[in-house]
């Protein structure tokens, strides 16, 4: 029995004209990569940006260092730079502080709803004062279960460099007004479950 290709492997095959290999890599990283976008900038706009993802990375498919066999990291950093063009694209509108549109569509750890607003509230706080590869790289490990050398990777940065924002963001985080209390919360509703 065959196992199925890695990503690098069907990166070569498209570069060589293999035109059904480029479709597989969308098809095993389409949910995730379309996800990171629309958390950051709503599910219809998303819809757009994944079209604009996937052409750009057909594009620079030459440029895909194949030492890596998870084309995941490569793609993520191709949608992260597409945001970054969509978001300096409309400068006159504020893009929220780079925190996604609706924080994580059914994420509620919290049992109680009423507080869902307050918790965003103060999540969005806190994530808005990081600086924006702190809350990039918090953001791809937590919400697109990257490692931390990946999710560097997807942005540019140097493993270690990765790992220093990350230490970076959760001193901030844990810092942040209002999160003591919310962690404090979170962790008493967890303690009594």
Not at 35 to 55: I, S
Not at 85 to 113: F, K, L, T
Request: charged share 30%.
């Amino acid at each position: 029995m065959t196992s199925d290709p890695e990503d690098a492997e069907l990166m070569v095959r498209s570069l060589d004209g293999d035109e059904d290999a480029f479709v597989q890599v969308v098809r095993r990283h389409e949910a995730a990569v379309g996800a990171y976008l629309a958390r950051r900038v709503g599910r219809e706009r998303a819809e757009d940006l994944l079209g604009e993802v996937w052409v750009a990375a057909f594009a620079s498919r030459a440029k895909y260092d194949r030492s890596f066999p998870d084309a995941g990291p490569w793609l993520f950093g191709v949608a992260h730079n597409t945001l970054r063009r969509h978001w300096r694209s409309r400068r006159d509108e504020e893009p929220r502080a780079n925190v996604d549109a609706d924080m994580a569509s059914g994420w509620d750890p919290w049992a109680a709803v009423d507080n869902r607003v307050d918790v965003e509230s103060v999540l969005r706080s806190a994530l808005a004062l990081l600086k924006p590869q702190q809350r990039e790289i918090l953001t791809l490990v937590a919400w697109e279960d990257l490692t931390v050398a990946d999710a560097g990777r997807a942005i540019g940065i140097p493993p270690g460099t990765a790992r220093r924002y990350m230490h970076e963001a959760r001193r901030a985080l844990r810092n942040a007004p209002g999160m003591a209390a919310l962690l404090t919360d979170h962790n008493a509703v967890r303690e009594a479950k």
